[in-house]
T-cell receptor
Framework: DSGVTQTPKHLITATGQRVTLRCSPR?????VYWYQQSLDQGLQFLIQ???????AKGNILERFSAQQFPDLHSELNLSSLELGDSALYFC?????????????FGPGTRLTVL | AQTVTQSQPEMSVQEAETVTLSCTYD???????LFWYKQPPSRQMILVIR????KQQNATENRFSVNFQKAAKSFSLKISDSQLGDTAMYFC??????????WGAGTKLIIKP
């Protein structure tokens, strides 16, 4: 158990819908990262927050948005869902911004868009 | 652009054998960090080992060690005395100056009894 929690574990929805994925980082970790893993592929970095502020953006679609709240939990919002958005979405947390800091991954949320 | 390449989509070895997974990367940066993550069938991402580019000494963690060749931009993972529990996808990753992890496509490792 990494200490990072993600809810829900599974989500099945229809095209055009909007969903919210939630992540609670490890106690004390200030950085939260969001990744997308499509079937049998590596992870794609989406976005990073540090202590409530957006720190870096990767290949995140305009239909997707995220935020980190004062209690440091984070939410990833996916809207106008398409079939291709079906994937495993991981949240990871780290103590600081340092490159050497290990990122601890949550168990992921599996999103299926029908 | 920074990239990470894992040229072995799948590997299979007998239990107790030694296996080496290859990884090459491309970057213009001088200071960076490299990681190997393991993803078992549970899909949980688990850090196996990490290497700081400015350290010449190869990192080791119990049965796991790396062969880091900075000039060749190579970062291979050696698993000694492989165990059934080592069966997983293994991802090589590189962290850039924006603290983003750049991932390879992964190598599926199967340990046979």
């Amino acid at each position: 158990d990494s200490g990072v929690t993600q809810t829900p574990k599974h989500l099945i929805t229809a095209t055009g819908q909007r969903v919210t994925l939630r992540c609670s980082p490890r106690s004390g970790d200030l950085s939260v990262y969001w990744y997308q893993q499509s079937l049998d592929q590596g992870l794609q970095f989406l976005i990073q927050y540090y202590n409530g502020e957006e720190r870096a953006k990767g290949n995140i679609l305009e239909r997707f948005s995220a935020q980190q709240f004062p209690d440091l939990h984070s939410e990833l919002n996916l809207s106008s869902l398409e079939l291709g958005d079906s994937a495993l979405y991981f949240c990871a947390s780290a103590a600081f911004l340092s490159s050497y800091n290990e990122q601890f991954f949550g168990p992921g949320t599996r999103l299926t868009v029908l | 652009a920074q990239t990470v390449t894992q040229s072995q989509p799948e590997m299979s070895v007998q239990e107790a054998e030694t296996v080496t997974l290859s990884c090459t990367y491309d970057t213009s940066e001088n200071n960076y960090y490299l990681f190997w993550y393991k993803q078992p069938p549970s899909r949980q991402m688990i850090l196996v080992i990490r290497q700081e580019a400015y350290k010449q000494q190869n990192a080791t963690e119990n049965r796991f060690s790396v062969n880091f060749q900075k000039a060749a931009k190579s970062f291979s993972l050696k698993i000694s005395d492989s165990q059934l529990g080592d069966t997983a996808m293994y991802f090589c990753a590189f962290i850039d100056s924006n603290y983003q992890l750049i991932w390879g496509a992964g190598t599926k490792l199967i340990i046979k009894p």
